[in-house]
């Protein structure tokens, strides 16, 4: 390789309650750091954990130079942890990872390569999900599939947030600041050129993930409802039709009446109108107010995390 300048990397891995992997993670991204012809360094986010993921942190700080750690005030999420790595990286290369080994270290030179080759963000895609049951690849197809029909900016598919992005992408990335994040989105989002390196996904080293369906749901409706109007749409089309067919039924029971008279009968017919159009009215309600409380939390502009503590080569960002 050309000595020109030295082109520096940077890894950002948010942890939280990671006590169980950090340091076999961290070992194994120092031995991809050696065979590696680049200035490296990683950045660990503390994301609030009640383990010893601080302690850790701050030891591997100590005794490698190469080593910031962040810690935020409180636990804010995995979005908001990488966010804050993010926004503290400063390096022409810098790469998204999981603490949990999920993501393999060792395939951040052939994507800082493939990067180097002019590309601003690439996605590892993963090949199999090892490790994971048969109802959670059918739900997370079936979300893939959904996102792709109803955004207007459609996300890759398979993809977890193990990339590494241009120092461009991430200035893009900095400047969204909404709540609201979805990273899989906003780093679709940002737009550049973008392509997909495919691998094999590990089964989770050790620990427990910390996602349960309840979480996954929410990151569902948050997914869609970040990146898509549709569901107001529907609500409009739901709210049209039901009309269209009460106003023909309408007619229908007016030319009964007039046409054979009509003693009391109709009562299951009704219930049974009440009932569709109260569900259509609470569905649609609830859609709105979806879009509402989004509305409200982003109009709070509040900060997405505040940093408690810092080590190493890292100056937090102050969020404006
Ligand atoms: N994580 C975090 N904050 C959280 C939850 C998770 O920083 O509130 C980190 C976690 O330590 C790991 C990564 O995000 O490095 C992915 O978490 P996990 O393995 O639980 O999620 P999954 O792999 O199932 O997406
Ligand atoms: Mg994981």
């Not at 169980?20 to 993670?25: I, S």
């Not at 029909?149 to 909404?178: C, Q």
């Not at 049209?240 to 030319?255: D, E, K, P, Q």
Request: glycine content about 8%; charged content about 25%; aromatic content about 10%.
């Amino acid at each position: 390789m050309t000595t020109t300048m030295p082109y520096s990397l940077a890894v950002v891995v948010p942890a939280y309650n990671e006590t169980e992997v950090l340091e076999r993670f961290h070992g194994r991204l120092a031995a991809v750091f050696a065979t590696m012809d680049v200035e490296a360094s990683v950045i660990y986010v503390d994301d609030g954990s009640a383990d010893d993921t601080w302690a850790i942190i701050t030891r591997l700080a100590a005794s490698d130079s190469r080593v910031a750690g962040l810690r935020l005030s409180r636990n804010f999420g995995k979005e908001a942890a990488l966010t804050a790595g993010l926004d503290a990286a400063d390096a022409d290369a810098v790469v998204v990872i999981d603490a949990d080994l999920q993501d393999p270290p060792e395939l951040i030179p052939q994507l800082v390569a493939r990067l180097r080759e002019g590309n601003d963000v690439v996605y590892a895609t993963r090949d199999d999900r090892a490790g994971e049951t048969r109802f959670k690849k059918f739900t997370s197809a079936g979300f893939y599939r959904l996102m792709e029909r109803l955004s207007d900016n459609p996300m890759p598919r398979d993809t977890g947030d193990f990339r590494v992005l241009s120092r461009r992408a991430v200035a893009a990335l900095r400047g969204l600041r909404e709540r609201q994040r979805f990273m899989k989105g906003l780093f679709a989002w940002i737009g550049y050129r973008q392509v997909a390196f495919r691998y094999h996904r590990d089964a989770r080293a050790a620990g427990a993930t910390k996602w349960n369906y309840w979480r996954l749901t929410n990151l569902a409706i948050e997914g869609i409802t970040s990146f898509s109007a549709a569901p107001l749409r529907m609500a409009t089309w739901l709210g049209l039709s039901t009309a269209a067919l009460a106003f023909l039924y309408g007619i229908w029971v007016i030319l009964k009446v007039l046409v054979w008279g009509d003693p009391v009968r109709g009562y299951p017919t009704l219930l049974v109108v009440i009932l569709f159009l109260g569900g259509a009215q609470l569905m649609a309600l609830g859609v709105i107010g979806e879009y509402v409380g989004r509305t409200y939390s982003e109009t709070k502009r509040r900060p997405l995390y505040y940093v408690e503590d810092s080590r190493g080569p890292v100056s937090p960002f102050t969020p404006p």
